[in-house]
DNA sequence: GCGTCCAGGTCTACC
DNA sequence: GGTAGACCTGGACGC
């Protein structure tokens, strides 16, 4: 396949921190989002509007990021335009934490949180695609979830070259079988959520994109996400995050023990003690938590 | 190599 | 509203 290549620079916004974005959760490791330890670049593969792909290889720059593109055309002016908008929205670039910011800095535990620009949680171009992903953490290995979002690229999604694939769009996994999603994707008893949620979106019947720009109070919000079978409360709290509501923790098992750590000597407490405790940090509980919970990652530069 | 056990969230049925 | 059991997979472990 003969591939095209070009550049654009993306503007970022002030207190913007590349690598603190990408690593600010998982979803840096799962395809068609990759790592490229060894050149230092952050790379995703974009599915365009009329269905072509574009590979965008990142690297930071002085109060920007590089993207070099190759493309299986040529990339058009309004092509370059939907690749600025489609990363802008996974580095959520419009997104202001100044407010964030101003919290953070009353608590002396907090300040090296705007000292350092962290607070953008990466997410994928779609609210699809990230309620996809969410569903693929719950109740398994971090390992298991890798193997399902691989599965699904290389199986479902477009062919870029070998071994990268595009994210399917709803209307490619609403066309799977249950079982095919079983069997290949192995996603084991979530297939019939994944097939019925992608089925809900292809046929219009759920307009998961419209809740990155919902009015709706953050609890009635919550109720929405909820409503989709497969998404309970933990997956409902991290998808919200991504949506850029922070009222809920989303407690896992991980960031349980995580907190057992950090605040209890590992002594176990319920949830609702550890809802208590970040409780007076109000509409930003959910943000200050995970930030809290993952500051070590950074200290390992590569922690996926 | 095989069998068993366990961890990991969510759903459903039941109280 | 709270709880028990089922769902499915990969990994750890013992044989």
Known sequence: MRLFTSRIVLKTPPHFNFWRAVYSHGWCALPPFR????NDTFS??????DGSLAHCALSDAADA?????????????????EIRTQLSECFRMEEDLSGFYREAKLYPRYRWIPAVGAGRLLRAPTVFED???MICT?????SLTEVMIKNLTLLVGKKFVDEVGSFPNANAIAGLSESFVRKHIRAGYRSPYLVELA???AAGKLDAESWRTSELPTNEL???VRSVKGIGEYAAGNLLKLLGRYDYLGLDSWVRAKFYELHKNGRRVSDKTIEKHYAPFGKWRGLFFWLEMTRDWY??????
């Not at 995703?44 to 509007?49: A, N, Q, V």
């Not at 200290?299 to 996926?304: E, I, N």
């Open 299 to 304: 200290s390992h530069k590569f922690p996926f």
């Open 131 to 133: 309620a996809v992903k």
């Open 44 to 49: 995703r593969l974009l599915e365009l509007k």
């Open 138 to 142: 719950t109740n398994c290995s971090w």
């Open 35 to 38: 790592v490229d330890k060894e």
């Open 65 to 81: 990021l590089s993207v070099s593109i190759q493309s299986e055309k040529r990339v058009s002016h309004a092509d370059k335009e």
């Open 199 to 201: 089925e809900r979106v």
């Open 222 to 224: 919550f109720k929405q």
